[in-house]
């Protein structure tokens, strides 16, 4: 049974903006502008440059090979090899596990600040809810999802608001450390436009998805990029870069300077809504890659099974949760958080080559949505995105990416017990029904 097509541009790109602006950059904007000055507006400007590299490779292929199974299906179709195409599907899904771990475990610390709760029981229920959610289907996750955006973004436009009176008052090409600073803030805050490629997973669940995604992908990527920048050009137009950067709550404290009362519970509020997004989007975006694997055969059919009267995808639903609830157990989260930005990093790395390749190798080639900028067949953009993140992956330790093998070589583990086991039982059933016939 097919997934139900209910998701249009608008709820596609709420779901964009959702799982973009999480909770991280309440945090961000204070450490960015203390290493980049009153330019740290510069950083989140290329940081958005970055990302759209990669974010207009993802736009073709999803325009092309239209799929809940996003990453796999695009290396399948550029490499024909069902190892890798399984391998960066596994990443990416352990990345959403890791990932709708690590925010409910910072929403659960969040409100122990208001109500005394025990943090990882509290993740766990957090997951458990709202994957419960996920399976009263994509209309009803979407229109949940635009509320916790909606207040998400209120934080964010209070410092705007609050700092308008006060735009000109700093040279806002006053740099710290001149270009290496804006260059070190562009590497934290890059972090903060991650997850714009969730929208693919969604796709099975959009209407007119072929046209749609591409254009709703790119849509959330421009809006919270607007967003951002303001964000930082109110910031230190109302406190120091210096003060922002000693700050572990830069937003309250600007906002709390700029209108003289304390708004410390206002955005703690804020960013609880804002995790709850991100924690609803990752699940569902997990879920749905899991779902689009399954029916690549990457994964037991079983993953496949639709709940009838929601059309959500039950199985896959519980699969993710489990993964999300296993990944909250681990006592340092952040660490092996670090190493999901080298999956992400190695999973965007081959998105941009698979492009590359599917251009190179496939004259007939006829995508919805075509990057416009290129020499001959080959993509620019797609270059400068696997240059940049080829980059961002030197930058890890070793220990980093010793956990980044360990998941690799579990997914290889799970390939090739599918493998095995999997044909078997599809050779066996096809046996059947012929000595039936």
Same mark, same amino acid.
């Given at each position: 049974m097919a997934l139900h097509k209910a998701?249009?541009?608008f709820t596609l790109t709420m779901y964009g903006i959702g799982i973009i602006v999480g909770a991280g950059i309440y945090?961000?904007?204070?450490?960015?502008?203390?290493?980049?000055?009153?330019?740290?507006?510069?950083s989140f400007l290329l940081g958005a440059i970055i990302a759209s590299f990669t974010?207009?490779?993802?736009?073709?292929l999803s325009s092309a090979f239209p799929g809940a199974?996003?990453?796999?299906?695009?290396?399948?179709?550029?490499?024909g090899k069902d190892w890798l195409a399984f391998l960066i599907g596994w990443l990416v899904a352990v990345v959403g596990f890791i990932a709708a771990a690590t925010v409910s475990l910072g929403f659960a610390g969040y409100l122990a600040k208001i109500i005394p709760v025990p943090v990882v029981l509290t993740a766990i229920v957090l997951i458990v809810l709202l994957s419960i959610v996920d399976l009263f289907g994509i209309t009803v996750s979407a229109k949940l999802n635009i509320v916790f955006t909606l207040l998400s973004l209120l934080g964010i436009f209070i410092i705007i608001a609050l700092g308008i009176p006060k735009l000109g008052s700093v040279d806002y090409f006053q740099l710290n450390n001149g270009i290496t600073g804006v260059l070190g803030a562009t590497t934290l805050i890059f972090f903060a436009y991650i997850g714009f490629e969730a929208i693919v997973k969604l796709s099975e669940e959009t209407r007119h998805a072929r046209q749609i995604v591409p254009k709703a992908l790119?849509?959330?990527?421009?809006? *919270?990029?607007?967003? /951002? +920048?303001?964000v930082a050009i109110s910031a230190v137009s109302i406190m120091s870069p210096a003060e922002l950067g000693a700050s572990t709550a830069p937003l309250a404290d600007a906002a709390t300077r700029a209108s003289g009362a304390d708004l410390g519970l206002v955005f703690t509020i804020v960013a609880l809504f804002a995790m709850l997004s991100t924690v609803l989007v990752d699940l569902i975006v997990t879920s749905r890659l899991i779902y689009g694997m399954g029916e690549?055969?990457?994964?037991?059919?079983?993953?496949?099974?639709?709940?009838?009267? *929601?059309?959500?995808? /039950? +199985?896959?639903?519980?699969?993710?949760?489990l993964g999300a609830i296993a990944m909250a157990f681990f006592s340092d989260i952040s660490v092996?958080?670090?190493?999901?930005?080298?999956l992400v990093f190695t999973a965007f790395l081959f998105v941009n080559l698979s492009l590359i390749a599917v251009r190179l190798k496939n004259q007939y080639y006829k995508?919805?949505?075509?990057?416009?900028?290129?020499?001959?067949?080959?993509?620019?953009?797609a270059v400068l995105g696997a240059l940049t993140c080829g980059f961002m992956l030197l930058s890890y330790s070793l220990f980093e990416f010793g956990i980044a093998i360990v998941f690799t070589a579990i997914g290889l583990g799970i390939y090739t017990i599918e493998k095995k086991f999997g044909q078997k039982k599809t050779v066996h059933a096809k046996k059947r029904k012929w000595a039936v016939s």
């Open positions: 998701l249009n541009f945090v961000l904007v204070g450490q960015a502008s203390g290493i980049a000055g009153n330019g740290v507006w510069i974010g207009l490779s993802y736009a073709e199974s996003g990453e796999a299906n695009y290396l399948k179709q550029a490499f790119l849509a959330s990527i421009a809006i *919270t990029s607007v967003i /951002y +920048v303001l690549k055969r990457e994964f037991p059919r079983i993953i496949t099974k639709v709940y009838k009267k *929601t059309g959500a995808p /039950y +199985v896959a639903v519980f699969v993710a949760m092996i958080a670090k190493a999901t930005t080298f995508p919805a949505f075509r990057i416009p900028l290129n020499i001959g067949r080959i993509p620019v953009t």
